[in-house]
């Protein structure tokens, strides 16, 4: 464990093998701007000359002010029986001017021979060749031994060889790679602690590079640092072709609150969930809910044991604090939750001298029964703080549904003798139109609205009614929406529940419904959705509608 540890980031390049991520050279620029400040070491930016966008990439960050971090291509070595310096993939490196380059290279002697179609000492010319010729031109060199782990099992001499003369051409540090993300920990600490001894007289530094195969790849990084490893590559959210790369959430976190290694100082690790959500978001994934340190569940508590605990005393069931990670802790609210759930719920809201114990018994009770008919509040807290308000003495909810109707329609266009596609009928389209009436105060308003499905209608029907008293509603819009069955076996008259995520540009919410009729069921989470904001997150602030009322 001689040596500094360095976070070397390859999210950019390996994090986007993932099947589904795709980044614009912004996003990308973005991202990098963000694992700068988070203080990881290296930023591998991209496949050099894979593709326009990469080289674009190249171009436009040596405009970034990168304060922590060093910029590093990636490419391959050179073809076999090729010439050095009129290889493309090696004349990309050069053109990306970064001060880093990663070079991949075959660390597996039955690789080389059935993969590459070459002899094992071809292989070891072109990664000389290669790293010397980057180095001469004033490039820093990473060598990635590409199958390395495999390789080593299979032909130890050989894969230790790729490290020797990598070492000798220039390459400050050699890779371990674990390609087929198939070694478990314990044979990463034989292994890494066997290439420690051999590439130490070299004087070259070890890396680690483990896939997620077999679910322990931040265990084996771990364990390869332990055995001599002195950088860890991998990908923020364990991104990564196949099952992923090495998550560097989980690897950071653990080397700092655990192993007491600081690689990123106390400020840069309160920035991790920041960082983490960020990336999620900019891929146009959804974050990791369950994710460790960084996952919104991460700390999360729902038995009602477990909440008591906590409420007195946080490390009862938790591991670390929180916010050391930027993260926070939560009460569940459910049908396992018991009085002291809803309690710490009312603190959070500052509503503990409003209610009595009398009403929080209530809402205990109509917790579990609403959990009953098919509703959950674990992912709906909006509508769990609306139940939770609507037991205050002075609420007046800002609108009341008296009743609506929804028809949707098969706009037939053609002649009824005409062949039917597919067994259906040929038409112009569905209609779906909604009518409803709702009451703001003494007035009762009736509209009616078509949308794009009888929900969408439903919706626009709504919104014409309220904006009319609300028209800052405008803002709010519907992001998400999920139904999911909840009593099985019943067919198509069974339960449903309908999650609706809803944003006003600059936060977001969930609420739930559920019913037998779906239409219903989306009703009462659009209804909540838009009472939430109006009552909670309006400029004005809680209580504003329900005075104005």
Not at 218 to 243: F, K
């Amino acid at each position: 464990m001689a040596g500094k540890l360095e976070i070397y980031d390859t999210t950019l390049r390996d994090g986007t093998q993932q099947e589904g991520i795709s980044l614009s050279v912004d996003d990308k620029l973005a991202i990098a701007a963000r694992l700068d400040a988070l203080g990881v070491h290296y930023i591998e930016g991209g496949f050099a000359g894979a593709n326009p966008k990469d080289d674009e990439f190249f171009k436009r960050a040596q405009s970034l002010d990168l304060k922590n971090a060093v910029l590093a291509a990636f490419g391959s070595t050179r073809r076999a029986d090729g010439r050095v310096e009129d290889d493309g993939a090696i004349v990309a490196l050069l053109r990306a001017e970064t001060p880093l380059v990663a070079i991949v290279g075959k660390a597996s002697s039955w690789q080389v021979t059935n993969i590459l179609g070459t002899s094992v000492e071809e292989n070891l010319h072109m990664i000389a060749d290669s790293v010397s010729h980057l180095v001469a031109r004033g490039r820093r060199a990473v060598f990635d031994a590409e199958h390395f782990f495999d390789g080593y099992k299979l032909d130890p001499d050989y894969a230790l060889q790729t490290l020797r003369v990598a070492a000798e051409a220039g390459a400050e540090t050699v890779v371990l790679c674990d390609t087929n993300g198939g070694t478990l920990p314990g044979e990463s600490s034989e292994i890494v602690a066997a290439a420690y001894e051999f590439a130490a007289p070299l004087g070259v530094r070890l890396g680690i590079h483990a896939h997620n195969d077999t679910d322990t790849a931040v265990a084996v990084s771990i364990a390869a640092w332990q055995a001599g490893a002195t950088q860890i590559q991998g990908c923020m959210n364990g991104y990564g072709e196949r099952t992923g790369n090495a998550n560097l959430t989980s690897i950071i976190a653990n080397l700092k609150l655990k192993l007491g290694v600081d690689v990123i100082s106390d400020e840069q690790l309160a920035t991790l969930t920041d960082t983490s959500v960020f990336i999620a978001e900019t891929l146009n994934m959804s974050p990791h809910a369950f994710q460790p340190y960084v996952g919104v569940s991460a700390f999360a508590h729902k038995g009602g044991l477990h909440a008591a605990a906590v409420n007195k005393q946080r490390e009862s069931y938790e591991h670390v604090q929180p916010g050391t990670v930027g993260n926070r802790n939560a009460i569940v609210v459910s049908e396992l939750s018991g009085r002291g759930n809803v309690l710490r719920r009312i603190r959070d809201l500052g509503l503990e001298e409003e209610l009595t114990d009398g009403d929080v018994r209530e809402i205990v009770r109509l917790l579990k029964e609403q959990e009953n008919r098919g509703f959950s509040y674990e992912g709906a807290g909006a509508s769990f703080e609306l139940l939770i308000r609507r037991y205050l003495p002075n609420y007046e909810a800002p609108f009341e549904l008296v009743d609506f109707m929804v028809l949707v329609e098969n706009r037939r266009t053609a002649r009824v003798s005409e062949p039917a596609r597919s067994g259906f009928a040929q038409n112009g389209g569905m209609l779906s139109e909604a009518t409803i009436k709702v009451r703001i105060g003494e007035e009762v308003l009736h509209t009616a609205a078509e949308g794009n499905g009888p929900v969408n209608a439903l919706d626009h029907a709504m919104r014409k009614a309220v904006l009319q008293s609300y028209p800052e509603l405008e803002c709010v819009r519907l992001t998400d929406y999920k139904v999911r069955v909840v009593s099985e076996g019943t067919g198509t008259g069974a339960i449903v529940r309908v999650v609706i995520e809803s944003s006003d540009g600059h936060e977001t919410w969930s609420t739930v419904g559920s019913s037998e009729n779906i239409l219903e069921a989306s009703w009462l989470a659009l209804a909540d959705s838009m009472e939430y904001w109006l009552v909670c997150r309006r400029p004005e602030g809680p209580g504003a509608v329900s005075n104005a009322s």
